[in-house]
């Protein structure tokens, strides 16, 4: 067992503080990772507070985690001490399945998360990123390309494979016009690899001060979706749409700006319910809302291997750990552009 520094949230009402915990043994199939930086995703506000109504105390948040390997148990060829590794949301999944042996562990039954989900190997919780280092079984640690800015990779982990996966799956290339909504983390992923993989990108947001960041990012038009009239002018038009929000709001507005046979993919898990969807905007027009999670293991190396042939990092603010809670407040503000990521060398032991 090795004993471990972290922050923690004690419940969803307190600030998170730092906590300490044991990992486990290093195993014959495991690798053990001295973490260096963790993006800091929605979904660890989201879990932190229980807005999920799932976490359990103390929650570990953290699942964009870079750093390097300190040890590798006795079955491991691939990974060495002192390489780069990195390790997203998935830390476990029963390997045997369908979903699985088509490389979307995503959509086991039996997946793990990183953090605030049962551990096989230990009985209680996983505890995540926002720590000084972390063991996970070889098939979910991935190759870093050395060539990218290490803390600025950290949100490929997440947001970078989660915007990702949805493009690959409903085939973005070149000719396709594809919106992507909110310019937040994930958001600003989609605008980077939807224009790396040739399409046609459209950025919806509501703040008119991001729209000329959009445009650097590699959006071709920005569109301010509270603007009906902007809005008119995409009228059914869309191949695809990302939609990356992280609040409850109304879905019509984006799916009649859909073709015939659209798709708008939800990646976001608002607190609270969207409104129920104008089903005659569907059903005319033969649209799609979906959702996707994440991406595979496979999938999430090729994404790793895709961002550093075409130079795409995440554009990042680094925070020292103690000011994680300030990053919180100000990602519900918009205030962060556009990712926080942790320096965890600002955690003492
Ligand atoms: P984020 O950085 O906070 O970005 C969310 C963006 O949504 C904001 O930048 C803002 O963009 C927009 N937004 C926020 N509140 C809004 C509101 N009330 N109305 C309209 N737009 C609003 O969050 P993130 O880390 O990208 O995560 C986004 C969501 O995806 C979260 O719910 C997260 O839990 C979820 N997520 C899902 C997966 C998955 O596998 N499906 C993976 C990771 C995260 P503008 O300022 O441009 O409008
Ligand atoms: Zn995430």
């Known amino acids: 067992?090795?004993?471990?520094?972290?922050?923690?949230?004690?419940?969803?009402?307190?600030?998170?503080?730092?906590?300490?915990?044991?990992?486990?043994?290093?195993?014959?199939?495991?690798?053990?990772?001295?973490?260096?930086?963790?993006?800091?995703?929605?979904?660890?506000?989201?879990t932190a507070r229980n807005e999920w109504q799932n976490s359990v105390?103390?929650?570990?948040?953290?699942?964009?985690?870079?750093?390097?390997?300190?040890?590798?148990?006795?079955?491991?060829?691939?990974?060495?001490?002192?390489?780069?590794?990195?390790?997203?949301?998935?830390?476990?999944?029963?390997?045997?399945?369908?979903?699985?042996?088509?490389?979307?562990?995503?959509?086991?039954?039996h997946g793990v998360y990183t953090y605030n989900s049962p551990d096989k190997h230990t009985g209680k919780m996983t505890y995540g990123g926002y720590s000084n280092q972390i063991v996970v079984d070889e098939h979910f640690v991935l190759h870093i390309p050395e060539n990218l800015d290490l803390a600025a990779v950290a949100p490929l982990l997440c947001a970078g494979i989660t915007t990702y996966s949805p493009l690959r799956h409903w085939k973005i290339g070149k000719g396709s016009k594809v919106g992507i909504v909110g310019l937040g983390g994930l958001g600003h992923m989609g605008v980077k690899l939807a224009h790396a993989m040739g399409a046609y990108v459209v950025l919806f947001t509501t703040s008119p001060d991001k729209v000329a960041d959009a445009?650097?990012?590699?959006?071709?038009?920005?569109?301010?979706?509270?603007?009906?009239d902007e809005m008119h002018k995409h009228l059914k038009s869309f191949d695809f749409i990302l939609n990356t929000?992280?609040?409850?709001?109304?879905?019509?507005?984006?799916t009649e700006l859909l073709k015939r046979d659209g798709t708008m993919c939800l990646n976001g898990v608002p607190e609270h319910a969207h409104p129920s969807p104008n089903i005659g905007n569907l059903i005319f027009k033969r649209r799609q809302i979906a959702g996707s999670l994440i991406g595979g293991i496979k999938e999430t190396q090729e994404m790793l291997d895709f961002c550093a042939e075409h130079n795409i990092t995440s554009d990042i603010?680094?925070?020292?750990?103690?000011?994680?809670?300030?990053?919180?407040?100000?990602?519900?503000?918009?205030?962060?552009?556009?990712?926080?990521?942790?320096?965890m060398a600002t955690l003492q032991e």
């Open 245 to 254: 929000v992280a609040a409850a709001h109304n879905l019509d507005v984006f």
């Open 1 to 46: 067992m090795s004993k471990v520094v972290s922050y923690a949230a004690p419940s969803a009402k307190e600030p998170l503080g730092p906590y300490k915990f044991e990992r486990r043994e290093v195993g014959p199939k495991d690798i053990q990772i001295e973490i260096l930086f963790c993006g800091v995703c929605h979904s660890d506000l989201h």
């Open 215 to 228: 445009t650097r990012l590699g959006a071709d038009e920005v569109v301010i979706s509270k603007n009906p």
């Open 317 to 343: 603010e680094i925070i020292a750990i103690k000011d994680i809670n300030e990053a919180y407040e100000r990602m519900l503000n918009g205030d962060v552009k556009y990712r926080f990521v942790i320096d």
């Open 57 to 109: 105390y103390p929650v570990v948040p953290g699942h964009e985690i870079v750093g390097r390997v300190i040890s590798v148990g006795s079955e491991i060829t691939t990974f060495k001490a002192g390489d780069l590794a990195g390790v997203g949301c998935l830390v476990d999944s029963c390997l045997t399945c369908p979903d699985c042996g088509e490389g979307l562990e995503q959509y086991c039954d």
